[in-house]
């Protein structure tokens, strides 16, 4: 299989003040098509960096980055953008919608920006991505209107929608509590199912656990990297777990008389 | 063009999602534009207002004074060239050929009792072409004539202010007054001609033969004034021309002496009224250009407060693809959306304020739609460029720089 993500001796680093800080101090690897991965380590071991770099989002300081063969390290600012735009999706930990923009417009805005004009129907595709993740009846929606969850989903559905071979999420699940975090985890396994490539940052190991590979990083270098042998299914694992009002109410002696009459 | 709507609609989504924002920005626009707009339609309608006021007094009216301060001019005969004299007055009425009409003027001051009080008030001596001249007209009774000046006939026409004065508003004809202490006959009124572009009443005046006022009142040799018409407007400069040749002659001053004398137009005066004004109306536009600098702050002042929540906005937009182009497009249309409509509107403010300056206030106001393009063009100016450089600094970030912004 072909790589689609290939770093050489990538170096990051950063002027504060008087200091450099060196965030990332050579990272080389590999992510071929259609992998799950996921990216581990301590908090300031350079996860963030990496993958601000990776999504084209941040320029590293030194070293080559070759994106499905090609070496993106001499473009400019516009082909970032349309990078961005076509190959790539990002999800962020605080999610990174516009505020008082219902869900449908959130996710239809890179579509807005495609300079391809791939895609035909805008809205069609914004509706049908909204779909895929399970928020077809949150369209109109504002963020402030959703649960932390659902506003992820949102952004993953603007990940999306631009149809992109590869997808990066720093942390998706890091403001989610463990049940939604699942939740969403399902939702990954379900596109990459569908053959698109994930790299996802996290710091709990149970969720590593749903990738089908593991890179451990510590003081912005590579220290770790083993497949998961034996992937979890977030959708059987969500179906075992219960509701987390049934786990408050079981101690409630009122619990039967109380919700089912 | 598909992009072009594409933008506008995206502005216009913008603009009503942060209403209060678009609100206080385009408030800015608003005040800016009127306050230029209602500040110079006023100083432009006090301008017209002098100008009115100054044709109606004569436009073509032309005065030769007599030099003050030259008797130290020990060459000249005594200072008697420094004086005009009604000689001089006759002399250029016999050889002008530009003029319409020549009016010695005796200025005097002087106590006048008759009717029910008294008053000071100013005494002209003048020949009957005089209200010609001054584009003067009578309001009752009739003028004193060529024969009451040979004869120094002692008649008077009075002023407005006088016979308000003197006689409550009643018609002073036939009556008897005093000038000084001597006895006028009263034979005609002036109608109302108000005050100067200066603040002086005109209407505060008696009109005496100038042989009169200069041998029974003035008790003197020397005349005041001259004043003359020019045929026309165009022919002003000319008249004066053959006017200085005239007195030039009268007082046989050699080449390269002095005149001894002053001339003004009334052109020239209304030049110098005009222009006046015309400081006065740049000193209102200043004032309005500061509040629209006020304005400008304000619309500013309102764009940084919000540059955080734009920059992280940006950075959304970036980090999803967006180019620094799109970006820059996007806020560029919707400042400029914002501050159409902000223009629109004080412009159509300053026109109902002007409406009612002159339709209720009774002020004239001219609105010259320079001032109003201007003003718009300058407050969009603003409004575009507070709107638009800040967006630009956002835009020209890395996308991760730009969503950290704090
Ligand atoms: N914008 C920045 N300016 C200066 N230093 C930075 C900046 N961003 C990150 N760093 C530094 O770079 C190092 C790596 O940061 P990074 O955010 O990549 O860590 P991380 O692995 O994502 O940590 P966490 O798990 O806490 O999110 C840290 O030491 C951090 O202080
Ligand atoms: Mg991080």
């Known amino acids: ?261 | 063009m598909r992009r072009l709507r594409r933008l506008l609609r995206a502005a216009t989504r913008s603009i009503l999602k942060n209403r209060m924002r678009s609100l206080l920005t385009s408030l800015g626009v608003i005040i800016g534009v009127a306050a230029v707009i209602v500040m110079v339609g006023i100083g432009a309608g006090a301008q017209a207002d002098v100008e009115a006021q100054i044709s109606s007094l004569g436009v073509n009216s032309i005065i030769i004074f007599p030099e003050r301060g030259h008797s130290a001019n020990v060459s000249l005969a005594a200072g008697t060239q420094n004086k005009l004299t009604l000689d001089d007055a006759r002399r250029v009425e016999e050889e002008a050929t530009l003029l319409s009409g020549v009016s010695p003027v005796v200025r005097t001051n002087a106590q006048i009792v008759g009717g029910s009080g008294n008053w000071n008030t100013h005494v002209y001596g003048v020949s009957p072409a005089y209200l010609d001249i001054r584009a003067w007209k009578i309001a009752s009774g009739e003028l004193f004539t060529e024969r009451d000046v040979r004869v120094k006939a002692k008649v008077a026409l009075l002023g407005k202010t006088i016979v308000d004065e003197l006689f409550d508003g009643e018609d002073p004809i036939g009556e008897q007054i005093r000038v000084g202490k001597t006895p006028f006959k009263v034979i005609g009124t002036l109608s109302e001609k108000g005050q100067s572009p200066w603040g002086s009443d005109y209407d505060d005046v008696v009109l005496v033969p100038v042989t009169t006022g200069l041998y029974r009142l003035a008790g003197g040799r020397y005349i005041s004034m001259i004043n003359v018409g020019a045929r026309s407007l165009d022919e002003s400069d000319a008249a004066i021309e053959e006017v200085t040749e005239i007195l030039r002659n009268s007082h046989r001053l050699q080449p390269g002496e002095e005149d001894g004398f002053r001339i003004y137009s009334q052109a020239d005066l209304m030049e110098t009224a005009t222009e006046t004004q015309r400081v006065m109306t740049l000193l209102l536009g200043a004032v309005a250009a500061v509040s629209l600098i006020v304005g400008g702050i304000g619309i500013m002042n309102i764009m940084l407060v919000s540059v955080t929540e734009r920059t992280r906005e940006i950075g959304i937009r970036l980090a999803v693809g967006a180019r620094s182009s799109d970006v820059l497009a996007q806020f560029l249309t919707e400042s400029v959306v914002l501050s159409l409509i902000g223009g629109a509107i004080g412009t159509a403010l300053a026109y109902t304020v002007t409406h009612i300056l002159n339709n209720v206030v009774g002020m004239t106001t001219v609105v010259r739609p320079s001032v109003v393009f201007l003003a718009f063009g300058f407050a969009g100016a603003i409004g575009v460029f507070f709107g638009y450089y800040p967006a630009r600094k956002a835009a020209l970030l890395n996308p991760i720089d730009a969503l950290r912004h704090e």
């Open chain 1, 1 to 261: 299989m072909s790589s689609v993500i290939e770093t050489r001796g990538i170096t990051k680093d950063y002027v504060v003040g008087e200091m450099i800080v060196r965030a990332l101090r050579g990272v080389d690897f590999e992510v071929t098509a259609g992998e799950f991965v996921a990216i581990m380590g301590a908090s300031g071991s350079g996860k963030s960096t990496l993958m601000n770099v990776l999504g084209c989002l941040d320029k590293p300081t030194s070293g080559d980055y070759f994106l499905d063969g090609t070496d993106v390290s001499g473009l400019t600012r516009d082909q970032y953008a349309d990078i961005r735009n076509q190959r790539l999706g990002f999800v962020f930990q605080t999610y990174n919608l516009l505020a008082r923009t219902s869900a449908l417009d959130n996710v239809e805005l890179p579509l807005f920006y495609d300079h391809s004009s791939r895609i035909e129907n805008p809205r069609a595709s914004a509706i049908e991505a909204l779909e895929r993740v399970g928020l077809a009846d949150r369209l109109d929606h504002e963020p402030n209107e959703l649960s932390g969850g659902q506003q992820q989903r949102v952004a993953i559905a603007r990940a999306l929608v631009n149809r992109p071979a590869i997808i990066l999420a720093d942390e998706p699940t890091g403001n989610l509590d463990s049940r939604t975090s699942v939740d969403v985890m399902s939702v990954f396994q379900d596109l990459n199912d569908q053959g698109i490539t994930i790299l996802l940052v996290t710091h709990e190991p149970d969720i590593a656990e749903y990738t089908r590979r593991i890179i451990v990083m510590r003081d912005g270098r590579i220290v770790g990297d083993r497949p998961v042998h034996d992937r979890r299914n977030a959708k059987k694992n969500l179906e075992a777990m219960p509701d987390a009002d049934d786990l408050y109410l079981k101690d409630d002696p009122t619990y039967e008389g109380l919700v089912r009459p």
